[in-house]
């Protein structure tokens, strides 16, 4: 393959978490000189586009050197250029029959159904973004590490993966000489355990419920039809749907200490992005509103400065689209009676996650 051909537009830019230059000096091998992080993506759906576009925006020094989708060039290019929720996209997008061009740089695409046949090591995609929703099984997604990639960071809950990581919670149990097929959870983990960890170190939690108010998904239906839960068979846009979340019980695989300790489920509600997670626990001791926000305004103004937000202002769910961060907490909602606390914490589940997807390909490069 030409190797010029292959070459994909880059984003150098600095807005790097503080714990990943912390993670990415402490797990950097001695002499290993900076390079950047070439990346395919496997997927080019409402993830894939995002985690693109977020590489415009936030902090990576990484090169997207291939993409992979069923979908034609064509179809693709128009979707990334055009977005219902993020709008037009701040560049140049043409195609060919074998690339996609954003401002004059070529990522080529490709349309492989079996993901061990993907030229990764001919184009040097050192971490591939699987982001298709079908190998999330760590045994399937070895696939690209077959084809030549190093790492796989799936954008979703897995199975078998060598490790789920939620930056900000548990990111340096990262062991790049092990850790091969990497997790990033779903999207209402990566709201809930930043708020967990917070508020089990602070005023302890000794067992808990979430509801996650969750905008509908590509899964669900436009119209009633058939589906696999029953539930999601019904209009999205039309209806309240309780579905299952793994959310809760996901927490534990970052945080150990909570494990069993949690349950939860989903209600998708008609709107397109822009989700809540409300929790409510039994915390370890009596506590107040004033404790646990305080709390959670200190984690926010400190370690946890870019995943978790805390406003104090009556926002709805319109306010939060667009924004980075995992977790923006509404001080406003907190409610406690004794040692049974209520609190609310709102993430745009698409870019907030995407966001994250980046940071933890930005961890999973500084060592490679």
């Given amino acids: 393959m030409n190797q010029r051909r292959a070459r994909a537009f880059f984003y150098r830019v600095k807005n790097v978490h503080p714990c990943l230059r912390l993670n990415a000096g402490k797990n950097q091998t001695k002499g290993n000189h900076h390079m950047t992080v070439k990346v395919g993506i496997n997927g080019f759906g409402r993830i894939g586009r995002n985690y693109f576009r977020a590489l415009t925006a936030s902090g990576a020094d990484i090169e997207v050197v291939g993409v992979n989708d069923l979908t034609d060039n064509k179809t693709l290019a128009h979707l990334l250029k055009y977005d219902s929720i993020l709008h037009r996209f701040p560049g140049e997008i043409?195609?060919?029959?074998?690339?996609?061009?954003?401002?004059?740089?070529?990522?080529?695409?490709?349309?492989?159904?079996?993901?061990?046949?993907?030229?990764?090591?001919?184009?040097?995609?050192?971490?591939?973004?699987?982001?298709?929703?079908?190998?999330?099984?760590?045994?399937?997604?070895?696939?690209?590490?077959?084809?030549?990639?190093?790492?796989?960071?799936?954008?979703?809950?897995?199975?078998?993966?060598?490790?789920?990581?939620?930056?900000?919670?548990?990111?340096?149990?990262?062991?790049?000489?092990?850790?091969?097929?990497?997790?990033?959870?779903?999207?209402?983990?990566?709201?809930?355990?930043?708020?967990?960890?917070?508020?089990n170190d602070s005023v302890g939690i000794v067992r808990g419920l979430m509801t996650t108010v969750h905008a509908y998904t590509a899964d669900q239906n436009l119209q009633d039809g058939p589906h696999s839960d029953l539930r999601r068979s019904r209009n999205a846009a039309l209806n309240i749907v309780p579905t299952k979340t793994g959310a809760a019980a996901a927490v534990a695989l970052v945080l150990p200490e909570?494990?069993?300790?949690?349950?939860?489920?989903?209600?998708?509600?008609?709107?397109?992005?822009?989700?809540?997670?409300?929790?409510?626990?039994?915390?370890?001791?009596?506590?107040?509103?004033?404790?646990?926000?305080?709390?959670?305004?200190?984690?926010?103004?400190?370690?946890?400065?870019g995943i978790l937000?805390?406003?104090?202002?009556?926002?709805?769910?319109?306010?939060?689209?667009?924004?980075?961060?995992?977790?923006?907490?509404?001080?406003?909602?907190?409610?406690?009676?004794?040692?049974?606390?209520?609190?609310?914490?709102?993430?745009?589940?698409?870019?907030?996650?995407?966001?994250?997807?980046?940071d933890l390909t930005t961890l999973v490069g500084a060592d490679l």
């Fill in 94 to 199: 043409s195609f060919d029959d074998e690339s996609i061009t954003v401002d004059g740089h070529k990522i080529m695409a490709y349309a492989e159904r079996d993901p061990s046949k993907l030229p990764w090591g001919e184009i040097g995609a050192d971490v591939v973004i699987e982001s298709t929703g079908f190998f999330t099984d760590a045994t399937k997604a070895k696939a690209h590490i077959d084809a030549g990639a190093k790492k796989v960071i799936i954008s979703a809950p897995a199975k078998n993966e060598d490790i789920t990581v939620v930056i900000g919670v548990n990111e340096g149990d990262y062991d790049p000489a092990t850790d091969t097929i990497i997790s990033n959870a779903s999207c209402t983990t990566n709201c809930l355990a930043p708020m967990a960890k917070v508020l």
């Fill in 258 to 305: 909570l494990k069993g300790k949690f349950d939860g489920y989903a209600l998708r509600v008609p709107t397109p992005t822009g989700s809540a997670t409300d929790l409510t626990f039994i915390s370890g001791k009596e506590t107040s509103v004033e404790e646990v926000n305080a709390a959670i305004k200190a984690a926010a103004e400190g370690p946890l400065k």
């Fill in 309 to 358: 937000a805390y406003t104090e202002d009556p926002i709805v769910s319109k306010d939060i689209e667009t924004d980075p961060h995992s977790c923006i907490f509404d001080a406003g909602l907190t409610k406690v009676i004794g040692n049974l606390v209520k609190v609310v914490g709102w993430y745009d589940n698409e870019w907030g996650y995407s966001n994250r997807l980046v």
